[in-house]
């Protein structure tokens, strides 16, 4: 009977002690119950348990990676999975697709200087359709050829060259922004920035007549009487990378610019001036740019014939050859008559009457018409040129020439000069 109480009791405390798994507190005093009742039993000892500081993370410390690895094979991080998760702004990581280099850059220029500067372009924008340039910022710039067209050197690879003019000291170049657009109308741009710049201002003086040139050479000069006191002198002019449009000179009384042409490389002027009669010399300086000092140039004023006004003397009927060109054509037509009476040929004859006709009509008739009052008459046929007449009332003229909407007149008092074809009064 004893031993069945004893079995009772021991699986009575099994089952308690399976049921109190659940809680640490009670299977320690199920534990301890369960020693007392088997007769085991330990030393009394106190333990004195404290809580653990909480770990701080290091701040260099990074989170744990997991490392996965995809169906191709590829390895990428959990970090990865998630940025692939987050939308992307692609204008952030747009590929760059212009590339500007500076090829040639003056360090040092002077004002009204005409330069240069090289820009290399690498394009990598497929199915480009156009290129386009726009400069901007800068002050107190000209730019001499804004529409240059870039020109292709090898796959992908574009080059241009600008010509700049600096109008002071304060001058400043401009940004230059490229913009390269493809067959779909998809746009680039890149910009490069203008470099720094020694800007140099010449000193002037009545000699220094403002061109600035890598090469200058006077093809031809005429001086002839304009009245008592003054005379007038004509210079035809080629140079090299100069400001030619720019040409003048302090001593000069009246000076006028006539048919400039500017190649960019290379410029062509006709100047007039006219100067006090008791200079002996025409003399003047220009700076090479090239040399990097003053040129002077000079050459004696002879007139041919004190006794012949200037504007007389550009009248081609008064001159010897003029006389000389209508007798050869008098000539011609006289061997043309003969011809048609010996042969009796029709072409000869309609030939020697034409060119009578022709001659009488352009060469030896003067066409009059009548000036407006108030009409100016310059010396060249050019909008700036110089006007050495304003008639008071109106006049009759005889016309020597037309060119451009200017008529070349011969005045009563003998003068000769350039009129606006609207300065013609109508009948």
Known sequence: ??????????????????????????????????????????????????????SQPREDSYPEKTFYEDESGDIFSNSDLQTQEEPIDEGLIAQKEIFLQYLSYPKRVYVNEHFYIDIKAIIT???????????????????????????????????????????????????LTITATNQNQDRSQETIEAKPINIIELKSDEYFCNVIASKFEILSHHEKRYDEKQNIVLLEINASMSNLEDMHLGYANREALDKFEDRLDSQSIYYVAIIPNYLKEFKFKYFNQTQNQFVRVKFPIIIADQSISTQTNLNPKKSKYYTYKIAILFAIALVLFLIFLRYRSILALLLALGLLIWTVYTKVLTQSVVLK????????????????????????????????GYLKVILPNQKIGWVKEDDIAKN
């Not at 640490?24 to 007769?39: R, T, V």
């Not at 006007?387 to 009332?393: L, P, R, S």
């Open 1 to 54: 009977m004893r031993a069945l109480c004893v079995n009772v009791m021991r699986y009575t405390l099994l089952v308690l002690a399976l049921f109190a798994l659940s809680s640490p507190l009670e299977a320690g005093f199920i534990s301890d119950l369960f020693d007392a009742i088997s007769g085991k039993k330990e030393s009394s000892t106190t333990i004195e348990i404290e809580p653990e500081p909480q």
């Open 125 to 175: 924008k497929p199915d480009l359709k156009s290129i386009a340039t726009s400069f901007v910022g800068g002050k107190r710039y000209k730019i001499l050829n804004p529409n240059a067209t870039w020109q292709k050197i090898e796959n992908k690879i574009y080059q241009n060259r600008y010509y700049f003019k600096l109008l002071d000291k304060s001058a400043s170049l401009p940004h």
């Open 373 to 404: 009052e108030g009409t100016k008459i310059r010396i060249l046929p050019v909008e700036n040129s110089t006007i050495f007449y304003k008639n008071a009332q109106v006049v009759k003229v005889k016309v020597l020439h037309k060119k451009r």
